[in-house]
């Protein structure tokens, strides 16, 4: 019996290691003037909210900034984890987004310090991911920003932050979002 039960058990190590995690629940397609850009699923248990482009102004120099259209998710009761997306008009490069970001990171979390930055790919396309740390509402932050070179001289931004004290396993969740991401082409 004990050569059966390791026998079985190496079976299911074998087939859990070939199994892809399991993935993000929702799908969700970013749109800009009807054209669809990218899509991504979101978990169980989260939840959406969209705006259409807008400007903030920045209140030490007066300055507005427009800002495309925004999809953001975050968990249905926890305020702790959120993820950001938008594909601002006008940035159609890498080096573009990063710049965009430069106008906007204020706005996203305060003292950011980066602690690394990587070229890697999401949804198969080239990007640049910057991680880093800063806060928020006088709460500390862990931030992962990735800009993704779209098709069509666009890119996605996508921010993912995790306030301090939020559920360790939304990192689980965040990761399956960004594994799920998918240029619309």
């Known amino acids: 019996m ?29 749109t800009d003037n009807g054209r669809a850009l990218f899509s991504f699923a979101i978990p169980d248990f989260w939840t959406l909210r969209t705006g259409g482009p807008r400007d903030i102004e920045d209140t030490e120099l007066g300055d507005p900034r427009a800002v495309a259209r925004v999809m953001g998710i975050r968990p249905v009761t926890d ?13 159609g490069s890498i080096r573009g987004g990063v710049r965009y970001l430069q106008d906007i990171d204020k706005f996203l979390v305060k003292e950011p310090t980066v602690t690394s930055t ?11 991911v910057i991680r880093g740390t800063g806060s928020r509402d006088g709460r500390g932050v862990n931030f992962t920003v990735a800009v993704v070179d779209l098709p069509r001289d666009r890119v996605a931004v996508i921010v993912a932050v995790l306030l301090s004290g939020a559920n360790p396993d939304y990192v689980d969740d965040l990761n399956d979002v960004f ?6 082409r």
Do not use: D, K, Q
């Open 2 to 30: 004990r050569i059966l039960l390791n026998t079985a058990l190496a079976g299911c190590a074998a087939c859990w290691i070939g199994m892809t995690p399991a993935m993000a629940e929702t799908p969700v397609t970013y």
């Open 79 to 91: 305020e702790t984890a959120w993820m950001g997306f938008v594909s601002p008009a006008g940035v």
């Open 118 to 128: 990587s070229e890697t790919r999401i949804g198969g396309l080239p990007a640049r």
């Open 179 to 184: 594994a799920s991401f998918r240029s619309a």
